[in-house]
């Protein structure tokens, strides 16, 4: 129990942890499977189930949504297989969404069906543990990890080392399982932050120290024999309805051997010391703030051990951002990967069975996602590059999608959250549709769209960034937007800010048609012109 919260009366999430860890829930799935929804205890239903990944959703009520674990984004032709015959079972209530975190949620699921689907999961290696509430999410990694021929440390072993830490295995872990509030972790593997680092509450950006160099651990530290390799540490980043703030340097570099050791020290500093009493003030960089970084980091050293050594004076993120849509060199010979355009991450059964088609006929039956929500299959040799290209599903999957439509990201929206104040998704589509028509580009624009101010679509580091919200028209209550700007991905990444609040998305077409033009380059095209004279 942390300092905070044994002065202050707990509120209602810590009440229900200390009434009965999270985990225990993995043994009574049976019974809930032969109760039914209806008639489990509300507090199992609504919240303890998310320890195993299952997430009950009061706007489709008896269709559940279920969050896997995918670290560093990557999963198998017969894992893809899985997830596809388990939304094939619910026809039009089934599919799946691409997260920003390199994962994937299954929509449409019934608690009857739970123990078959555990089981199916247990045989491919799938994991849906500690994927929800107080919990380590999905750990980010680079999605070209061990394929791109510039990349500086291939992350998906570290990444996997650190799931397994967190989850023992896949088999669940209460040390970490009963944090002060959820937590992301990436690692950074490339020259490009693929992972946006800056919105991490732990990020390891890859970073250089000197020969020569002296760190932090005092007088009797010896100089570096040579340039070494390791990550600068971010800590805090996070995005919430309360507040929203870009990581901050911890002035703290580590060997990737200590990567995991580290994670551990941070999240056992956080789990017994960060806050609880107010759940809008429970994130990391709340803890932070309370005590100080210089506090904060001398606490981290104490549960890892030794000191840490100083930052690199810089990191080595100095490439723009990549979307890794299109056919790309590996750097084994001869073989290719290839990113596909997946329309705002949404999956159906049939398009997730053909992708674990392609896998399997193309390359060697792996899939990798993005955090832009989409898809790269890796391990194409060039002489099968000629068919692959010929193949009917790149019609709807893209490798070569519009300027406009390539970076569009949304999350769930209404349809599915009941968090989500507008629709997004489909709204989404339809607007980058029309405005497509409408302008010529000649450089991508990112929009996110986001529900709601949780902003699962982070909006503030797009381009364009469209948080939904209510607004007030003619004396009625409308779907509406405010509108972000300015948020930078990439080397140099920040966040945008809010520039127009309250949009009716009724009226929201031309306002993005003025900003396109005026800010992004965009022109209208000689039909448009037409119709507007």
């Known amino acids: 129990?942390?300092?905070?919260?044994?002065?202050?009366?707990?509120?209602?999430?810590?009440?229900?942890?200390?009434?009965?860890?999270?985990?225990?829930?993995?043994?009574?799935?049976?019974?809930?499977?032969?109760?039914?929804?209806?008639?489990?205890?509300?507090?199992?239903?609504?919240?303890?189930?998310?320890?195993?990944?299952?997430?009950?959703?009061?706007?489709?009520?008896?269709?559940?949504?279920?969050?896997?674990?995918?670290?560093?984004?990557?999963?198998?032709?017969?894992?893809?297989?899985?997830?596809?015959?388990?939304?094939?079972?619910?026809?039009?209530?089934?599919?799946?969404?691409?997260?920003?975190?390199?994962?994937?949620?299954?929509?449409?699921?019934?608690?009857?069906?739970?123990?078959?689907?555990?089981?199916?999961?247990?045989?491919?290696?799938?994991?849906?543990?500690?994927?929800?509430?107080?919990?380590?999410?999905?750990?980010?990694?680079?999605?070209?990890?061990?394929?791109?021929?510039?990349?500086?440390?291939?992350?998906?072993?570290?990444?996997?080392?650190?799931?397994?830490?967190?989850?023992?295995?896949?088999?669940?872990?209460?040390?970490?399982?009963?944090?002060?509030?959820?937590?992301?972790?990436?690692?950074?593997?490339?020259?490009?932050?693929?992972?946006?680092?800056?919105?991490?509450?732990?990020?390891?950006?890859?970073?250089?120290?000197?020969?020569?160099?002296?760190?932090?651990?005092?007088?009797?530290?010896?100089?570096?024999?040579?340039?070494?390799?390791?990550?600068?540490?971010?800590?805090?980043?996070?995005?919430?309805?309360?507040?929203?703030?870009?990581?901050?340097?911890?002035?703290?570099?580590?060997?990737?051997?200590?990567?995991?050791?580290?994670?551990?020290?941070?999240?056992?500093?956080?789990?017994?010391?960060g806050p609880r009493a107010n759940r809008q003030k429970s994130r990391l960089m709340w803890l932070i703030d309370e005590w100080g970084l210089d506090k904060f980091r001398a606490e981290v050293e104490n549960r890892l051990g030794k000191s840490l050594i100083s930052a690199a004076p810089k990191d080595e993120i100095d490439w723009e951002k990549r979307d890794h849509i299109g056919i790309y060199k590996q750097k084994q010979a001869g073989l290719n990967y290839i990113g596909l355009h997946i329309p705002v991450g949404r999956l159906d059964a049939e398009g997730m069975f053909e992708i674990a088609r392609l896998a399997e006929v193309y390359g060697t039956g792996e899939i990798r996602f993005t955090v832009e929500q989409n898809i790269v299959i890796p391990n194409i040799a060039d002489s099968n590059l000629a068919t692959f290209l010929t193949e009917t599903l790149l019609e709807r999957f893209s490798i070569n999608p519009s300027l406009l439509a390539r970076s569009l990201v949304s999350c769930t929206g209404a349809q599915f959250c009941n968090f989500a104040l507008i629709e997004t998704k489909n709204r989404a589509l339809v607007m980058i549709k029309a405005l497509e028509e409408e302008l010529t580009f000649t450089n991508p624009v990112r929009i996110h769209w986001t529900g709601c101010p949780n902003s699962c679509g982070q909006p503030q580091v797009a381009d364009i960034g469209l948080m939904g919200t209510k607004t007030r028209k003619n004396g009625k209550t409308l779907e509406g937007v405010d509108i972000y700007m300015g948020g930078k991905v990439g080397k140099d990444a920040h966040l945008g800010t809010c520039v127009i609040k309250g949009i009716p998305c009724e009226d929201l077409q031309p306002i993005l048609q003025d900003l396109l033009i005026q800010k992004f380059g965009a022109k209208l095209n000689k039909e448009a012109l037409v119709v507007s004279n």
């Open 1 to 273: 129990m942390t300092d905070t919260a044994t002065t202050t009366s707990l509120n209602k999430f810590e009440k229900l942890k200390a009434e009965k860890d999270g985990l225990a829930i993995k043994s009574e799935i049976e019974k809930f499977a032969s109760l039914g929804w209806e008639a489990m205890n509300e507090t199992d239903r609504d919240h303890r189930l998310k320890w195993v990944g299952v997430f009950f959703r009061p706007v489709t009520p008896g269709k559940f949504m279920m969050r896997l674990r995918m670290p560093n984004g990557i999963l198998t032709s017969s894992q893809m297989r899985v997830l596809a015959q388990v939304v094939q079972r619910y026809g039009d209530d089934g599919c799946a969404d691409i997260t920003t975190r390199q994962n994937i949620q299954l929509r449409g699921i019934r608690i009857e069906d739970l123990p078959d689907i555990f089981n199916r999961f247990d045989a491919v290696g799938l994991t849906s543990i500690q994927s929800g509430m107080d919990n380590v999410r999905n750990i980010t990694g680079d999605p070209v990890a061990g394929l791109d021929a510039d990349e500086l440390y291939d992350t998906r072993e570290l990444v996997q080392q650190i799931q397994d830490m967190l989850t023992n295995k896949g088999e669940g872990n209460p040390e970490f399982s009963n944090l002060p509030r959820k937590f992301n972790i990436a690692i950074a593997g490339g020259r490009d932050n693929s992972v946006h680092a800056e919105i991490n509450d732990l990020a390891f950006v890859p970073a250089f120290k000197e020969a020569g160099e002296q760190g932090s651990r005092g007088a009797g530290e010896q100089n570096f024999p040579s340039k070494i390799f390791g990550f600068n540490i971010l800590v805090g980043g996070f995005f919430s309805a309360k507040r929203c703030e870009a990581a901050i340097p911890l002035n703290a570099w580590v060997a990737p051997e200590d990567v995991v050791a580290l994670c551990r020290a941070v999240l056992e500093v956080f789990r017994d010391h």
